[in-house]
């Protein structure tokens, strides 16, 4: 019997996929148990949908990502900081930092787990900093460090 798998099952396939098994291991425990459908007409449309739908929301998402991140290279940010021995920033500059100074100044909302800092920024200047908004978008965000007055 052909069923559409409506959960993942161990040892036999992932949500969506449409799998060939026994009659009486699909009456008895498949369908009971709502992991699976019968894979007969309706169901199949049904299947087709779903993922039509699931392939236009991943694109918009990603459409959506790479304008965010086209417009979050035009921005900078400014984080003022105060100066320790030697002209350094007291302290370093985190990613939720970043994150709070790019709402407050260009009202962008950015994750601080997406801001990927190789290390704290602890001196003066200006970076470039990845902010990664989509499995296969990665934008870069003009950070300026400089001194508090």
């Known amino acids: 019997m052909k069923i559409i798998l409506t959960e993942d099952v161990k ?3 992932k949500k ?3 799998v ?3 009659d009486g291991y699909a009456r008895n425990f498949i369908l009971p148990k709502k992991l699976g459908l019968e894979a007969n ?3 199949m449309n049904d299947l087709k949908l779903q993922k039509a739908n699931a392939d236009k929301l991943a694109k918009e998402q990603l ?3 790479q304008e965010f991140a ?3 290279e035009t921005k900078e940010v400014i984080v003022t900081m105060k100066s320790g021995e030697g002209g350094r920033v007291f302290g370093s500059v985190s990613s939720k930092e970043i994150a709070q100074e790019a709402k407050k100044q260009c009202q962008m909302e950015i994750d601080k787990k997406k801001i990927q800092l190789p290390e704290p920024i602890k001196s003066f200047g ?3 900093v990845s902010v990664k908004l989509h ?3 990665t934008g870069k965000l003009k950070v300026k460090v400089q001194e508090d007055k």
Do not use: F, H, Q
């Open 126 to 128: 200006v970076y470039e």
């Open 16 to 18: 969506g996929e449409i």
């Open 135 to 137: 499995p296969r978008v």
């Open 11 to 13: 040892s036999l396939g």
């Open 41 to 43: 007409g309706r169901n």
């Open 70 to 72: 086209r417009v979050m």
């Open 20 to 22: 060939e098994v026994n």
């Open 63 to 65: 459409e959506a990502a």
